[in-house]
């Protein structure tokens, strides 16, 4: 039987003082938080800091890994048991312990995020962890919150517009604010590197993987609100990640699942694709994330652009000038996985130029690969010192060895704060945008149109906190006076689902259907199709890719909102209703679907209210 020391109580690691944080890393490292910081005595303490670690200590400062529950000493069984089968240790304390990790990812299907306090608890956890080590160094802790439809932590926190949707308002001032929120939240809960914004060019309509995740299909375009928001992150005291490099925008493979081939030429991947990197870049962006994808004209070899030193280190550092942090996407998704096995990818990752290993699947596999190839002289100690350089100039400079811990009252003042979530209400309400008014329909007045029935897709919550979509659109109509009722229909709907939207349609004075990446063959245009032949108006709103107007006819009305969470489709309500002005442009062409050689709406198409 184990016997574990009592872990600390909630209080105990939220009330943690700036000071007796600073005590835990004392011998560490506690730079000056000014600009004229002497880079080079930092380094030099940074430089003591590396040689006091053993090798293994090291190779985990190279590793960012997830692990499984919602505290960092005493889980649910259930992910103590996940744990174990996947990781070899029990919590994530352990895992600080025996693999010395210099970051942990958090997820929501890990049970990291329940809530604020709970997730700033298990920060602290972690940190507390790392500070008992025999060389104290604090964790970096990260996720991927990019808002819209990438979304690790929920309500209570104030949760803001996706990528389209940003560059649908097209405002950089609302695009770095966005940002700045969503830093100073994260940041409030121990989470100090996020993995945002997306730098893709989303030029592929069929791009399965990032779509509305990024700002839009013009790089100048997207180099403007990448720059905003890296700027936003900044100001809020976390490292900023602009993904996935070289350039995932025009892809129709999704690299969890395949290896996808980017064809561009290098001087097309110099206009389409680089621009928002370099804008990262100049921009100051502390970390960079690669992308399992070939590129063959920046990498003859076809490798994987996560193992190309032609183009991670020739490219990215060389050409580009870039020396911060490059930190792989998850090393357990299939594409970096297709051409090497796990205990290579490691090895050949940090020979391309990567400094963080991020999320391997086997974690004792990768880690004794790394260890194994510095013994045996493929990879010297030297190279695993420059990444390890990188990695601790960033922790230093987000001041985690003055203070790594978060506390209950920042998190109180801070997380899903009044101010954060009217400046969401806003940002999200310059965003929604009108593809089709026919007559002037819209807006809708509860006078003329006052029955509603919502019917749709409801797709799973982001963050796991928000909708169902149909309901969320249903009691935003109601709330402005209108009487609206919700049927979920589903993204794939049933013949039997089809009938029962039409009977329930019998009466209404207007259906609005929720529409979600609506292809050739899907069943919602048999449902749209037989709701616009009731007679009964019918207003579409695409929850996602706004590429839903080009596949659907009849409607009297068509809006995009480029997400389904409650910010957006609240926004897209108010701008039904006439309660906000239609103010989104489109960030991509919306291509007409019988022909996709013409394009039905151009970029910065989007109609206005006449008065």
Known sequence: MHHRAPAPSRRTLLTVTAAAAAAAVTGAFAPTAHAETNAASDDLALRRIIDR??????????????????????PDQADVDANLAEIGVRTAAELVERYHVGGIIYFTWAHNTRDPQQIAELSNGIQQAALARPTPVPVLISTDQEHGIVCRVGKPATLLPGAMALGAGGSHADARKAAQIAGEEL????????????????????NPVIGVRSFGSDPQAVAGLVAAQVKGYQQAGVAATSKHFPGHGDTAVDSHYGLPTITHTREQWAELDAPPFRAAIDAGIDSIMTAHIV???????????????????GILREQLGYDGVVVTDSLGMEGVRTK?????????ALKAGVDQLLNPPRLDVAWNAVLAAVRAGELTEARLDESILRILRLKAKLGLFRQAYATRAGVERVVGSESHLAHADRIAEATTTLLLNEDGFLPLSPATHRS???????????????????????????????????????????????????????????????????????PQRTLVARLVATGVPVVTVAIRNPYDVARLGGQRASLASYSWTDVELRAAVRVLAGRAAPRGRLPVPVQDASDPTKVLHPVGYGLSYTR
Do not use: C, W
């Open 452 to 522: 509603v029935l919502v019917v749709g897709a409801d797709p799973a919550s982001p963050s796991g906190t928000t909708g169902p979509p149909t309901t969320t659109l249903a009691t935003a109509l109601t709330e402005l006076g209108f009487s609206a009722t919700a049927l979920s229909t589903g993204i794939t709907p049933t013949a039997t689902k089809i009938e029962e939207a039409v009977a329930a349609a019998g009466g209404k004075d207007v259906v609005l259907v929720g529409t979600y990446n609506v292809s050739a063959t899907s």
């Open 53 to 74: 670690m053993s090798l293994e200590e090291k190779v985990g400062q190279l590793f960012v890994m997830r692990v499984y529950g919602h505290s960092a000493t005493a």
């Open 187 to 206: 940041a409030a809960i121990g989470i100090r590197q996020n993995y945002a914004p997306v730098a893709d060019v989303n030029v592929n309509p069929a």
């Open 340 to 348: 090497y096995g796990d205990e290579r990818v490691p090895v050949l």
């Open 295 to 313: 590129v063959p004209a920046l990498d003859p070899s076809e490798d994987p652009a996560t193992l190309s030193r032609p183009i991670l280190t």
